[in-house]
Protein backbone atom coordinates (compact mmCIF):
# COMPACT_ATOMS: atom_id res chain seq x y z
CA UNK A 1 0.00 0.00 0.00
CA UNK A 2 0.96 3.78 -1.10
CA UNK A 3 1.74 5.97 2.44
CA UNK A 4 1.63 9.57 3.64
CA UNK A 5 5.30 9.34 3.04
CA UNK A 6 5.53 8.36 -0.10
CA UNK A 7 2.88 10.66 -1.76
CA UNK A 8 5.19 14.08 -0.20
CA UNK A 9 2.20 16.44 -1.06
CA UNK A 10 0.22 18.73 2.38
CA UNK A 11 -2.41 17.22 4.66
CA UNK A 12 -5.16 18.91 2.60
CA UNK A 13 -5.21 20.28 -1.05
CA UNK A 14 -7.63 20.94 -3.31
CA UNK A 15 -7.73 18.58 -6.06
CA UNK A 16 -7.48 19.51 -9.87
CA UNK A 17 -10.83 18.15 -11.14
CA UNK A 18 -12.59 18.97 -14.40
CA UNK A 19 -15.13 16.78 -13.35
CA UNK A 20 -18.72 18.50 -13.13
CA UNK A 21 -21.42 17.66 -10.49
CA UNK A 22 -24.86 19.44 -10.71
CA UNK A 23 -25.50 21.57 -7.74
CA UNK A 24 -27.80 20.64 -4.74
CA UNK A 25 -31.24 21.87 -4.62
CA UNK A 26 -31.83 24.96 -2.33
CA UNK A 27 -31.11 24.58 1.20
CA UNK A 28 -29.85 20.98 0.56
CA UNK A 29 -26.31 19.52 0.59
CA UNK A 30 -24.65 16.54 -0.85
CA UNK A 31 -21.40 15.14 0.74
CA UNK A 32 -19.60 12.45 -0.82
CA UNK A 33 -16.80 11.20 0.93
CA UNK A 34 -14.10 8.16 -0.62
CA UNK A 35 -11.39 6.59 1.93
CA UNK A 36 -8.80 4.23 1.18
CA UNK A 37 -6.39 2.24 3.74
CA UNK A 38 -2.64 3.03 3.32
CA UNK A 39 0.09 1.81 5.22
CA UNK A 40 -0.47 1.33 8.75
CA UNK A 41 -2.96 2.92 10.13
CA UNK A 42 -3.21 6.05 7.57
CA UNK A 43 -5.93 6.53 5.34
CA UNK A 44 -6.52 8.87 2.45
CA UNK A 45 -9.82 10.65 1.77
CA UNK A 46 -11.74 12.57 -1.24
CA UNK A 47 -13.98 14.57 0.45
CA UNK A 48 -16.69 16.67 -2.09
CA UNK A 49 -19.05 18.65 -0.73
CA UNK A 50 -22.46 19.97 -3.20
CA UNK A 51 -20.56 21.00 -6.84
CA UNK A 52 -17.51 22.54 -4.74
CA UNK A 53 -14.13 21.70 -4.93
CA UNK A 54 -12.60 18.66 -3.96
CA UNK A 55 -10.27 18.01 -1.15
CA UNK A 56 -8.09 15.07 -0.79
CA UNK A 57 -7.24 15.01 3.34
CA UNK A 58 -5.18 12.27 5.16
CA UNK A 59 -5.23 10.65 8.50
CA UNK A 60 -3.38 8.54 10.76
CA UNK A 61 -3.30 7.67 14.36
CA UNK A 62 -0.95 8.16 17.26
CA UNK A 63 1.24 5.91 19.89
CA UNK A 64 -2.04 4.54 20.79
CA UNK A 65 -2.41 2.80 17.73
CA UNK A 66 0.83 2.23 16.24
CA UNK A 67 0.44 4.84 13.62
CA UNK A 68 2.95 7.03 12.72
CA UNK A 69 1.13 10.13 13.82
CA UNK A 70 2.40 12.07 10.21
CA UNK A 71 -1.89 13.62 10.35
CA UNK A 72 -4.80 14.32 12.53
CA UNK A 73 -6.43 10.79 13.79
CA UNK A 74 -9.88 10.59 12.47
CA UNK A 75 -12.24 12.49 15.68
CA UNK A 76 -9.99 15.62 15.12
CA UNK A 77 -11.56 15.92 11.71
CA UNK A 78 -15.19 15.44 13.42
CA UNK A 79 -14.46 17.56 16.00
CA UNK A 80 -13.28 20.43 14.04
CA UNK A 81 -16.44 19.78 11.11
CA UNK A 82 -18.55 20.41 14.34
CA UNK A 83 -17.04 23.60 15.58
CA UNK A 84 -16.86 25.22 11.95
CA UNK A 85 -20.43 24.13 11.26
CA UNK A 86 -21.70 26.18 14.47
CA UNK A 87 -19.31 28.90 14.17
CA UNK A 88 -20.07 29.53 10.40
CA UNK A 89 -24.34 29.24 11.52
CA UNK A 90 -23.19 31.92 14.45
CA UNK A 91 -21.87 33.90 12.06
CA UNK A 92 -24.76 33.44 8.77
CA UNK A 93 -27.22 34.14 11.62
CA UNK A 94 -25.46 37.58 13.13
CA UNK A 95 -25.47 38.81 9.83
CA UNK A 96 -29.26 38.10 8.49
CA UNK A 97 -30.23 39.94 11.67
CA UNK A 98 -27.85 42.43 11.30
CA UNK A 99 -26.12 41.48 14.66
CA UNK A 100 -22.19 42.81 14.96
CA UNK A 101 -20.35 40.71 17.01
CA UNK A 102 -16.38 41.92 17.94
CA UNK A 103 -14.64 38.46 18.41
CA UNK A 104 -16.23 35.05 18.88
CA UNK A 105 -14.62 32.23 20.14
CA UNK A 106 -15.55 28.20 20.84
CA UNK A 107 -14.75 25.80 22.92
CA UNK A 108 -15.11 22.20 22.69
CA UNK A 109 -15.03 18.60 24.62
CA UNK A 110 -16.11 15.74 22.97
CA UNK A 111 -15.68 12.28 24.76
CA UNK A 112 -15.99 8.78 23.50
CA UNK A 113 -15.92 5.37 25.43
CA UNK A 114 -14.64 1.81 24.36
CA UNK A 115 -15.58 -1.56 26.43
CA UNK A 116 -16.22 -4.97 25.62
CA UNK A 117 -13.98 -7.86 23.78
CA UNK A 118 -12.95 -7.96 19.63
CA UNK A 119 -12.32 -11.47 20.37
CA UNK A 120 -15.50 -12.15 21.49
CA UNK A 121 -17.33 -10.04 18.99
CA UNK A 122 -19.14 -7.74 21.68
CA UNK A 123 -16.73 -4.49 21.53
CA UNK A 124 -18.52 -0.92 21.19
CA UNK A 125 -18.38 2.42 20.67
CA UNK A 126 -20.26 4.86 22.02
CA UNK A 127 -20.71 9.05 22.28
CA UNK A 128 -21.59 11.56 24.77
CA UNK A 129 -23.47 14.84 24.03
CA UNK A 130 -20.78 17.23 22.70
CA UNK A 131 -19.89 20.22 25.85
CA UNK A 132 -19.50 23.71 23.68
CA UNK A 133 -18.86 27.21 25.39
CA UNK A 134 -18.84 30.06 23.09
CA UNK A 135 -17.85 33.50 24.07
CA UNK A 136 -19.13 36.40 22.05
CA UNK A 137 -18.22 40.05 22.43
CA UNK A 138 -21.05 42.09 21.01
CA UNK A 139 -22.90 45.95 21.56
CA UNK A 140 -25.63 43.33 21.09
CA UNK A 141 -28.39 42.65 23.63
CA UNK A 142 -28.06 39.42 25.73
CA UNK A 143 -31.14 37.99 24.55
CA UNK A 144 -30.41 39.15 21.03
CA UNK A 145 -27.16 37.20 21.29
CA UNK A 146 -28.69 34.17 22.69
CA UNK A 147 -31.49 33.94 20.67
CA UNK A 148 -28.76 33.94 17.71
CA UNK A 149 -26.86 30.99 19.26
CA UNK A 150 -29.87 28.91 19.49
CA UNK A 151 -31.20 29.46 16.03
CA UNK A 152 -27.05 28.81 15.08
CA UNK A 153 -27.53 25.05 16.71
CA UNK A 154 -30.53 24.27 15.45
CA UNK A 155 -29.26 25.26 12.21
CA UNK A 156 -25.99 23.58 12.20
CA UNK A 157 -25.80 20.18 10.05
CA UNK A 158 -23.23 18.67 12.23
CA UNK A 159 -25.41 19.50 15.39
CA UNK A 160 -28.33 18.07 14.00
CA UNK A 161 -26.30 14.92 13.13
CA UNK A 162 -25.62 14.09 16.83
CA UNK A 163 -28.97 15.90 17.97
CA UNK A 164 -31.55 12.93 15.85
CA UNK A 165 -31.50 9.17 16.12
CA UNK A 166 -30.24 7.71 12.73
CA UNK A 167 -30.34 4.39 10.94
CA UNK A 168 -27.33 4.04 8.38
CA UNK A 169 -27.31 1.71 5.84
CA UNK A 170 -24.00 -0.12 3.97
CA UNK A 171 -23.20 -2.55 1.07
CA UNK A 172 -20.48 -4.86 0.77
CA UNK A 173 -18.36 -5.45 -2.39
CA UNK A 174 -15.78 -8.44 -1.37
CA UNK A 175 -13.37 -8.89 -4.09
CA UNK A 176 -15.05 -7.73 -7.07
CA UNK A 177 -18.50 -8.85 -6.15
CA UNK A 178 -21.28 -7.76 -4.54
CA UNK A 179 -21.99 -9.62 -0.83
CA UNK A 180 -25.33 -10.08 1.00
CA UNK A 181 -24.65 -8.02 4.05
CA UNK A 182 -27.01 -9.77 7.21
CA UNK A 183 -27.49 -7.84 10.47
CA UNK A 184 -27.00 -4.26 8.91
CA UNK A 185 -30.23 -2.56 7.14
CA UNK A 186 -28.76 -2.51 3.71
CA UNK A 187 -27.97 0.01 1.26
CA UNK A 188 -29.29 0.53 -2.45
CA UNK A 189 -25.58 1.80 -3.82
CA UNK A 190 -25.20 0.78 -6.97
CA UNK A 191 -21.36 1.58 -6.76
CA UNK A 192 -19.43 -1.40 -8.73
CA UNK A 193 -16.18 -0.07 -8.89
CA UNK A 194 -13.60 1.10 -5.66
CA UNK A 195 -12.59 4.81 -5.50
CA UNK A 196 -9.55 5.88 -7.33
CA UNK A 197 -7.29 7.88 -6.33
CA UNK A 198 -4.93 7.99 -9.16
CA UNK A 199 -5.04 11.27 -10.72
CA UNK A 200 -5.62 13.23 -7.21
CA UNK A 201 -2.77 16.00 -7.59
CA UNK A 202 -2.34 19.23 -6.15
CA UNK A 203 -4.65 22.11 -8.11
CA UNK A 204 -1.91 24.34 -8.97
CA UNK A 205 -4.24 27.39 -9.50
CA UNK A 206 -4.79 26.90 -5.15
CA UNK A 207 -2.75 29.19 -3.53
CA UNK A 208 -3.87 27.97 0.38
CA UNK A 209 -2.31 24.70 0.32
CA UNK A 210 0.78 24.62 3.24
CA UNK A 211 -1.08 26.23 6.31
CA UNK A 212 -4.61 24.42 5.99
CA UNK A 213 -3.14 22.09 8.86
CA UNK A 214 -0.26 21.62 10.66
CA UNK A 215 0.76 19.69 13.87
CA UNK A 216 1.33 22.20 16.57
CA UNK A 217 2.16 19.61 19.38
CA UNK A 218 3.69 16.23 18.92
CA UNK A 219 2.69 13.34 21.64
CA UNK A 220 5.32 11.70 23.88
CA UNK A 221 5.31 8.00 22.87
CA UNK A 222 5.02 6.61 26.56
CA UNK A 223 4.59 2.98 27.69
CA UNK A 224 2.54 1.17 30.06
CA UNK A 225 0.22 4.04 31.17
CA UNK A 226 -3.46 4.97 30.61
CA UNK A 227 -3.69 6.11 26.90
CA UNK A 228 0.12 5.37 25.87
CA UNK A 229 1.40 2.98 23.51
CA UNK A 230 -0.78 0.37 22.02
CA UNK A 231 -3.28 1.00 24.39
CA UNK A 232 -5.55 1.00 21.83
CA UNK A 233 -5.28 -2.51 20.35
CA UNK A 234 -5.61 -4.46 23.31
CA UNK A 235 -8.30 -7.31 22.39
CA UNK A 236 -10.23 -6.26 25.65
CA UNK A 237 -11.03 -2.39 26.27
CA UNK A 238 -13.10 -0.66 28.59
CA UNK A 239 -11.96 3.13 28.05
CA UNK A 240 -12.64 6.72 27.39
CA UNK A 241 -11.19 9.06 24.85
CA UNK A 242 -11.48 12.86 25.17
CA UNK A 243 -11.09 15.62 22.41
CA UNK A 244 -10.65 19.08 22.93
CA UNK A 245 -11.16 22.00 20.72
CA UNK A 246 -10.53 25.90 20.53
CA UNK A 247 -12.12 27.55 17.29
CA UNK A 248 -12.19 31.19 16.33
CA UNK A 249 -12.95 33.16 13.65
CA UNK A 250 -10.29 35.08 12.01
CA UNK A 251 -9.31 38.70 10.72
CA UNK A 252 -9.23 37.34 7.25
CA UNK A 253 -12.83 35.79 7.73
CA UNK A 254 -11.02 31.87 7.77
CA UNK A 255 -12.23 29.95 10.86
CA UNK A 256 -9.57 28.28 13.19
CA UNK A 257 -9.27 25.58 15.89
CA UNK A 258 -6.39 23.66 17.51
CA UNK A 259 -7.81 19.91 18.33
CA UNK A 260 -5.83 18.06 21.16
CA UNK A 261 -6.60 14.54 21.88
CA UNK A 262 -6.21 14.16 25.80
CA UNK A 263 -7.04 10.64 25.94
CA UNK A 264 -5.79 8.75 24.70
CA UNK A 265 -2.48 10.50 24.61
CA UNK A 266 -1.93 11.82 21.42
CA UNK A 267 -0.85 15.00 19.41
CA UNK A 268 -2.58 17.98 18.47
CA UNK A 269 -3.92 19.48 15.04
CA UNK A 270 -4.47 23.23 13.92
CA UNK A 271 -7.35 23.25 11.36
CA UNK A 272 -8.45 26.14 8.60
CA UNK A 273 -11.92 26.31 7.46
CA UNK A 274 -13.53 28.33 4.38
CA UNK A 275 -17.22 27.74 3.72
CA UNK A 276 -18.44 26.93 0.17
CA UNK A 277 -19.17 30.11 -2.07
CA UNK A 278 -23.11 28.97 -2.04
CA UNK A 279 -22.90 29.33 2.09
CA UNK A 280 -21.07 32.86 1.86
CA UNK A 281 -17.08 31.43 1.59
CA UNK A 282 -14.49 31.53 -0.84
CA UNK A 283 -13.64 27.98 -1.28
CA UNK A 284 -10.42 28.65 0.44
CA UNK A 285 -9.73 25.65 2.39
CA UNK A 286 -12.42 22.49 3.00
CA UNK A 287 -15.86 23.63 4.31
CA UNK A 288 -17.57 22.48 7.86
CA UNK A 289 -19.20 19.32 6.43
CA UNK A 290 -16.21 18.20 3.92
CA UNK A 291 -14.48 18.05 7.57
CA UNK A 292 -17.09 16.05 9.27
CA UNK A 293 -17.54 13.59 6.25
CA UNK A 294 -14.13 13.14 5.94
CA UNK A 295 -14.03 12.45 9.74
CA UNK A 296 -16.86 9.95 10.00
CA UNK A 297 -15.04 7.92 6.79
CA UNK A 298 -11.59 7.65 8.61
CA UNK A 299 -13.14 6.27 11.69
CA UNK A 300 -15.10 3.81 10.63
CA UNK A 301 -11.94 2.57 8.30
CA UNK A 302 -9.80 3.17 11.15
CA UNK A 303 -11.76 -0.11 12.88
CA UNK A 304 -11.32 -1.85 10.66
CA UNK A 305 -7.77 -1.93 10.36
CA UNK A 306 -7.62 -2.09 14.39
CA UNK A 307 -10.25 -5.17 13.83
CA UNK A 308 -8.14 -6.79 11.20
CA UNK A 309 -4.45 -6.21 13.32
CA UNK A 310 -6.38 -8.17 16.60
CA UNK A 311 -7.80 -10.71 14.25
CA UNK A 312 -4.38 -11.40 12.74
CA UNK A 313 -6.29 -11.01 9.47
CA UNK A 314 -4.98 -9.86 6.09
CA UNK A 315 -7.03 -7.39 3.75
CA UNK A 316 -5.37 -6.86 0.70
CA UNK A 317 -6.91 -3.52 0.48
CA UNK A 318 -9.92 -2.14 1.98
CA UNK A 319 -11.69 1.49 0.97
CA UNK A 320 -15.56 2.82 1.15
CA UNK A 321 -17.40 5.63 -0.66
CA UNK A 322 -19.73 7.49 1.96
CA UNK A 323 -22.90 9.56 0.86
CA UNK A 324 -24.06 11.72 3.26
CA UNK A 325 -27.00 14.36 2.80
CA UNK A 326 -28.34 17.51 4.71
CA UNK A 327 -31.27 19.44 5.03
CA UNK A 328 -29.52 22.90 5.98
CA UNK A 329 -32.11 24.95 8.70
CA UNK A 330 -32.37 28.86 8.37
CA UNK A 331 -34.00 31.84 7.48
CA UNK A 332 -35.67 33.79 9.90
CA UNK A 333 -39.60 34.73 11.31
CA UNK A 334 -42.16 31.99 11.15
CA UNK A 335 -40.02 29.96 7.98
CA UNK A 336 -37.37 29.21 10.08
CA UNK A 337 -36.66 25.57 10.31
CA UNK A 338 -33.91 23.72 12.07
CA UNK A 339 -30.91 21.47 9.95
CA UNK A 340 -31.75 17.64 9.49
CA UNK A 341 -29.30 15.28 8.85
CA UNK A 342 -30.34 12.20 6.38
CA UNK A 343 -29.04 8.27 6.87
CA UNK A 344 -25.22 8.14 6.56
CA UNK A 345 -24.70 5.79 3.21
CA UNK A 346 -21.60 3.23 3.48
CA UNK A 347 -20.00 1.25 0.55
CA UNK A 348 -17.06 -0.70 1.31
CA UNK A 349 -14.97 -2.16 -1.09
CA UNK A 350 -12.48 -5.06 0.29
CA UNK A 351 -9.93 -7.64 -1.27
CA UNK A 352 -8.97 -10.43 0.81
CA UNK A 353 -8.44 -14.11 0.96
CA UNK A 354 -11.28 -14.54 3.44
CA UNK A 355 -14.68 -15.98 3.27
CA UNK A 356 -17.32 -13.35 2.39
CA UNK A 357 -19.19 -14.02 5.47
CA UNK A 358 -15.46 -13.11 7.36
CA UNK A 359 -15.62 -9.69 5.01
CA UNK A 360 -18.87 -8.91 6.54
CA UNK A 361 -18.23 -9.60 9.68
CA UNK A 362 -15.60 -6.93 9.61
CA UNK A 363 -18.64 -4.08 7.58
CA UNK A 364 -20.84 -5.10 11.00
CA UNK A 365 -17.79 -4.67 13.49
CA UNK A 366 -16.82 -1.83 11.88
CA UNK A 367 -20.47 0.22 12.33
CA UNK A 368 -20.84 -1.45 16.14
CA UNK A 369 -16.96 -0.14 17.04
CA UNK A 370 -17.24 3.41 15.34
CA UNK A 371 -17.68 6.10 17.32
CA UNK A 372 -19.36 8.19 15.02
CA UNK A 373 -21.73 5.92 13.72
CA UNK A 374 -22.32 5.51 17.46
CA UNK A 375 -23.12 8.82 17.83
CA UNK A 376 -25.26 8.61 15.27
CA UNK A 377 -27.51 6.09 16.37
CA UNK A 378 -28.79 7.77 19.43
CA UNK A 379 -29.63 11.13 20.56
CA UNK A 380 -26.49 13.42 21.80
CA UNK A 381 -27.81 16.59 21.59
CA UNK A 382 -24.86 19.11 22.31
CA UNK A 383 -24.61 20.73 25.39
CA UNK A 384 -24.05 24.59 24.88
CA UNK A 385 -23.13 27.30 27.30
CA UNK A 386 -22.49 31.13 26.46
CA UNK A 387 -20.74 33.52 27.76
CA UNK A 388 -21.68 37.06 26.48
CA UNK A 389 -19.11 39.92 27.19
CA UNK A 390 -17.69 38.17 29.99
CA UNK A 391 -21.01 37.13 31.36
CA UNK A 392 -22.95 33.84 31.26
CA UNK A 393 -26.07 33.57 29.56
CA UNK A 394 -28.40 30.89 30.05
CA UNK A 395 -30.00 29.69 26.86
Known sequence: MPSIESHGYPLVFGVAD????EADPAGQVSV?????????MQKEALVRVGSGRTWRMVSDEGPYLDGTDLAPFPLAYFAAGMQFSLLSRIMSEARTGSVGIASIALTQDALYS?????LRGDAEGGAMPVRVEVTIESDADSDVVAELVR????ASGAHALMRDAMVNVFALTHNGQRRELDGLPVSGSSYREPPSFESSVPDPSHIHTDDILTKTLEAEKVHGVEGGAGSSLQAVQKRTLHVHGEALLRPDGLMETDISLFKPIGS???FVCDETPERGGTGRAPSPLAYLGAGVGFCY???LGRYAHIKKKTLTSY??????????GGTTGPDYRPATAEPFDTHVFMESDEADEVAADFVRTGERTCFLHAAMRGRHASEIQLRHNDAEVEL
Open 18 to 21: SSEV
Open 32 to 40: CTEVRALEG
Open 114 to 118: MEGSF
Open 151 to 154: RAVA
Open 268 to 270: SFR
Open 301 to 303: MTQ
Open 319 to 328: SLIQQSDFVL
